[in-house]
């Protein structure tokens, strides 16, 4: 069963970092390239794209709100997908979600939840 696990949320202060984690079950990240990306819902808004990396190739994108501030990563011991997100802003907050897109199949995770407040 083809399963993605988020966790790492947590409430942080205005400029400060948080490292989530996206751990894949029931594929391989070295195994074919998947597009692995992350995308953030806010209470009361449509969720968005924050950024994507290439399983294999390593290649990433992110979006222009996240750029230089975000980097994904990935570790195929332990088949997991890294979003490292630093400098925190105001609009940064909220449910974290992980995805996974390959040819024969499109998973989310549950979410995990990003706080930034002081």
């Known amino acids: 069963q083809v399963q993605l696990v988020e966790s790492g949320g947590s409430k942080v202060q205005p400029g400060g970092s948080l490292k989530l984690s996206c751990a894949a079950s029931?594929?391989?990240?070295?195994?074919?390239?998947?597009?692995m990306s992350w995308h953030r819902q806010a209470p009361g808004k449509e969720r968005e794209w924050v950024a994507t990396?290439?399983?294999?190739?390593?290649?990433?994108n992110y979006a222009d709100s996240v750029l230089g501030r975000f980097t994904l990563s990935r570790d195929y011991d332990k088949n997991t997908v890294y979003l490292q997100m630093n400098t925190l802003e105001p609009d940064d907050p909220g449910k974290y979600y992980c995805?996974?897109?390959?040819?024969?199949?499109?998973?989310w995770g549950q979410g995990t939840l990003v706080t930034v407040s002081s």
């Open positions: 990396i290439s399983s294999i190739i390593g290649s990433t």
């Open positions: 995805r996974a897109v390959d040819r024969v199949f499109d998973v």
């Open positions: 029931g594929f391989s990240l070295s195994s074919s390239n998947i597009a």
